[in-house]
């Protein structure tokens, strides 16, 4: 009988893993299609989703590193913001050429991120401390620098490319979130540091008497992390054409959401990158839907925080089930 039992249980784990992230996509798009059907699936929807996506797609693609060590990263959300006001401010108040201006916002995240991960080096501090607190360091940075102000008035060759779209709906934000989706497919899947990363994330001790540098792949963690954000940054002034003090503000939840919910174990050492990029489209179908539905900004945070508990209460039945 509890042979039977156990039996189930991994059933519906392996279930879970392989194939639920997918279901709850089907499930929104027949929902959307039933309710609203001029909502999706036309020439001016799917652009708008995916440009809405991209954003959650870099900072789910970074959270991820963070979640798949068990750990977390609060600031993304800062980050982003001030990257891309970063980037801004190079445009416009230095002058520097578009494509300099974004390089340096991004290595901007990077060095970000370094300093993320130092800290929770040097101090042993959980990083959900040390990320809640440069969260907050970030977004003040963000308000000192462009004293409260948006920055708009970028070179209209990067406002050009960043509007461009392939094929008719395949907007060039889309590419860029694709392009790192795949980069870091592929050294999750195909290299050492990928390994050495589930591994950690597996059991962290294990990992360390086995010769892992837990130190230093936690700062390189959370540089891919800043580097994502920097990317995501980059996005945000293209698809708004200007920088706000505020931007990112709450876009922490969405990136924890999409990685959750694309299947990563908030215990860490679970997880893959289709995975995420599926969630961080999820979260961008929710916003567009609820939005086409005339539904407040508000219900939709409601929605975002219930998505997470109910994803991180299945990860938990699965994950004590398999060890039963």
Request: charged share 10%; hydrophobic share 50%.
């Amino acid at each position: 009988m509890s042979d039977s039992k156990e039996k189930k249980s991994l059933n519906f784990g392996t279930i879970w893993q392989r194939y639920g992230t997918i279901g709850i996509l089907l499930l929104i798009l027949i929902a959307l299609a039933i309710i609203k059907p001029s909502a999706i699936f036309t020439s001016t929807s799917i652009p708008q989703i995916l440009k809405q996506s991209s954003v959650n797609i870099l900072l789910a693609l970074g959270e991820f590193f963070a979640i798949l060590l068990g750990y977390i990263d609060l600031s993304v959300s800062a980050t982003c913001g001030l990257t891309g006001m970063i980037a801004a401010l190079c445009m416009t108040s230095l002058g520097l050429p578009w494509v300099l201006a974004c390089i340096i916002g991004v290595l901007s995240g990077t060095l970000i991120g370094a300093i993320n991960g130092t800290l929770i080096n040097k101090t042993g501090l959980h990083p959900f401390i040390i990320t809640l607190g440069t969260q907050t360091i970030y977004f003040g940075v963000m308000l000192v620098i462009s004293n409260s102000q948006n920055v708009y008035g970028f070179p209209s060759q990067f406002s050009s490319v960043m509007s461009m779209e392939f094929f008719g709906i395949l907007p060039f934000s889309a590419c860029i979130a694709l392009a790192a989706a795949v980069i870091l497919w592929f050294v999750t899947t195909k290299t050492k540091l990928g390994r050495n990363l589930y591994a950690l994330g597996g059991n962290r001790e294990a990992a360390w008497y086995s010769g892992i540098n837990v130190q230093l792949h936690q700062l390189i963690v959370y540089m891919i992390s800043g580097t994502c954000a920097g990317l995501a940054g980059i996005v945000l002034i293209g698809r708004l054409n200007a920088a706000a003090p505020t931007a990112g503000t709450g876009y922490e939840t969405y990136a924890i959401a999409a990685t959750i919910i694309g299947g990563t174990s908030f215990f860490g050492g679970v997880g893959k990158i289709p995975g995420v990029v599926v969630g961080g489209l999820i979260i961008g179908i929710i916003n567009y839907g609820m939005t086409v539905l005339m539904i407040e900004s508000s219900y939709q945070k409601i929605v975002m925080g219930a998505l997470i508990i109910i994803s991180v209460t299945i990860d938990h039945f699965v994950s004590v089930s398999s060890k039963k």
